[in-house]
């Protein structure tokens, strides 16, 4: 079944209504509701507030990075392990063809089902997860494969287990390697970039965002708890954060921005699905008329060019 936000109750209720008038097979009502559908979606989605595009983020029905991987990848095959500890499955690491090409997908997988969130733990990496990409994105620069990342995570696990395998030390290690890895990259927030957890997969050649996700070093829950004292206030801290897509593109933090599908990629996943594959073929051709060495300097300068202000 759908799942319906706050804000999508007037969404659910016509829903409900075509569903109803299909039973009775009454066509020319379908016909009616539906065009009533596609008002109210648009009426709904013109003006989200910072707080409603965070709700549609963390949308249990948004396509998953594996959604995305198996959709757009053919004669595809799952890399396991950080050949040190054990397979992080918060991490899932794709090698495959797509656009006649070989390539690499490396994303956070959320789960879907209390079994299956438990097994991804809830898309939240260990140490191992972060050693498990960056082992992987040193097999694509061996063979100069491009790779493609999909960030989607609440965070980085804070279990005592992971501070004792050294979560920080890996999430900071992949920064590093990753701002000079010697292949194509580039990184898609797909939905919820939270913490460590999203900046760890976040650097990359071409950096971009789906219209309604979230990217940020903190959840807005608890930035609302160090600053209020009350994570109640998640809504005016989402706001005062700056989070969205289009904030982090005015800021220049991001490079592009992915426009899903109106009705957001939670209603649509094949639209979604098209739109990034699109984008990754447009950024990959871009990134083919560079050479080597102006695309690291590129990719340095945009680096170094973050937190930069003028008085």
Partial sequence: ?????????????????????????????????????????????????????????????????????????????????????RDDASIVCYIGTFAGRRIVMIGEQKGRGTKNKIRRNFGMPCPEGYRKVLRVCKL??????????????????????????????????????????????ISIIIGEGGSGGALALGVADKVAMMTYSVFSVISPEGCAAILWNDPA?????????????????????????????????????????????SYIIQSLQLLDGMDEEDRQEARYRKIVSIGAYRE
């Fill in 1 to 85: 079944m759908a799942t319906y936000l706050d804000f999508e109750k007037h969404i659910k209720q016509i829903d409900e209504e075509i569903s109803t008038a299909k039973i009775k097979e009454d066509a020319h009502a379908v016909e009616i509701l539906q065009k009533n559908l596609e008002k109210e979606i648009a009426k709904t989605y013109k003006n989200l507030s910072e707080y409603q595009k965070l709700q549609l983020a963390r949308h249990p029905d948004r396509p998953y990075a594996i959604d995305y991987m198996r959709s757009l990848l053919s004669g595809y095959y799952e890399l396991h392990g950080d050949r040190t500890f």
């Fill in 140 to 185: 694509a620069e061996k063979f100069s494969i491009p790779i493609v990342f999909f960030v989607d995570t609440p965070g980085a696990y804070p279990g005592i287990g992971a501070e004792e395998r050294g979560q920080s030390e890996a999430i900071a290690r992949n920064l590093y390697e990753l701002s000079v890895l010697n292949t194509k990259t």
């Fill in 233 to 277: 206030k998640q809504e005016s801290a989402t706001k005062a954060m700056r989070i969205t897509a289009d904030d982090l593109k005015s800021l220049s933090l991001i490079d592009d921005v992915i426009e899903e599908p109106l009705m957001g990629a939670h209603r649509d996943k094949d639209g979604a699905i098209m739109a990034v594959g």
